[in-house]
T-cell receptor, first 113, second 113 residues
Framework: GENVEQHPSTLSVQEGDSAVIKCTYS??????FPWYKQELGKGPQLIID?????GEKKDQRIAVTLNKTAKHFSLHITETQPEDSAVYFC????????????FGRGTSLIVHP | KAGVTQTPRYLIKTRGQQVTLSCSPI?????VSWYQQTPGQGLQFLFE???????NKGNFPGRFSGRQFSNSRSEMNVSTLELGDSALYLC????????????FGSGTQLSVL
């Protein structure tokens, strides 16, 4: 089955800096890669997603890049703000796993004011 | 539009008991999926229902079961509770395609004593 590894597990940055979180996946058939943000006491919230036919996608301060050859995708957050502090999860899914999402273990992002 | 609603928010049970968790999806969403979140194992897929039929099932024992009603509301049942079942149980709904564009509820925190 699919295996997703996420790094780093903890990321501490100063307000205004950029943050990058990277995930690698094992199943070359996976074709959908979402990112979720989970704040304390809440469920995960979809913040951006990308399909395998696209190399990059941006939404204001957030961007995701996908390298299908290397089987990795990354979340980029620019101009970080304290409210970006949360746990971020990546996931991968596709026909090989019956479109069941496999999640990374999460990255705790801390943005210091 | 109301979000995904999960009840109860917190639950304390003892070993051997059974528990039923409830989930009301976003209006119009026909797919409901359930996940277990623990510090040790992360986010793991339990099962997914679409139009009252189970479409996918994760790698969990038969003590974990679910169902979906004609109004898309879903319930999850865990019988013969074990200490290791202590977790945050999350429900997510999506418009159609399994695993994509998931909208999560805030979860039910289950503690088994």
């Amino acid at each position: 089955g699919e295996n997703v590894e996420q790094h780093p597990s903890t990321l501490s940055v100063q307000e205004g800096d950029s943050a990058v979180i990277k995930c690698t996946y094992s199943d070359s058939a996976s074709n959908y890669f979402p990112w979720y943000k989970q704040e304390l006491g809440k469920g995960p919230q979809l913040i951006i997603d990308i399909r395998s036919n696209v190399g990059e996608k941006k939404d204001q301060r957030i961007a995701v890049t996908l390298n299908k050859t290397a089987k990795h995708f990354s979340l980029h957050i620019t101009e970080t703000q304290p409210e970006d502090s949360a746990v971020y999860f990546c996931a991968a899914l596709g026909p090989g796993g019956s479109y069941i999402p496999t999640f990374g273990r999460g990255t705790s992002l801390i943005v210091h004011p | 539009k109301a979000g995904v609603t999960q009840t109860p928010r917190y639950l304390i049970k003892t070993r051997g008991q059974q528990v039923t968790l409830s989930c009301s999806p976003i209006s119009g969403h026909r797919s409901v999926s359930w996940y277990q979140q623990t510090p040790g194992q992360g986010l793991q897929f339990l099962f997914e229902y679409f139009s009252e039929t189970q479409r996918n099932k994760g790698n969990f024992p038969g003590r974990f079961s679910g169902r979906q009603f004609s109004n898309s509301r879903s319930e999850m049942n865990v019988s013969t509770l074990e200490l290791g079942d202590s977790a945050l149980y999350l429900c997510a709904s999506s418009p159609d395609r399994v695993g994509e564009k998931l909208f999560f509820g805030s979860g039910t925190q289950l503690s088994v004593l």
